[in-house]
């Protein structure tokens, strides 16, 4: 699974750009992180189809940059993010986006960017 990384200038109506872009393609966004800092703005867009979502951004003329996405499932209590983080630092793998995809009874889903996929794939499988 990959996800979009999308630079934005801050001005309204941004975001919706990126949206109609895949909406028109009938992409649909499984999960989606935004924040704005200091006049600028970064969102990133986990789609469920990475193939349709990268050609409709292009054709709109929207600059991405693409992630392996890990998912993972946890228990939803208090600490076990921490153990996965400190986890993930401690193996010296850096966090690069985070996402809550999903959440059913005790459980947590997340969707994991790090900088080293390969290593993060190794530190996340001892938590399924």
Known sequence: MRDCSIQLTNKPGDLARVADALSRRGVNIKAIAALSIDGMAMTRILPDDIVVARSALEAAHIRFTESEVHIVLLENKAG?????????????????????????????????????????????????
């Open 80 to 128: 076990v993010l921490a153990s996965v983080t400190e986890r993930l630092g401690e193996a010296g793998i850096n966090l690069e986006a985070i996402y809550v995809t999903g959440v059913a009874d005790n459980l947590v889903e997340l969707a994991i960017v790090c900088n080293d996929p390969k290593k993060a794939k190794k530190v996340l499988q001892e938590f399924e």
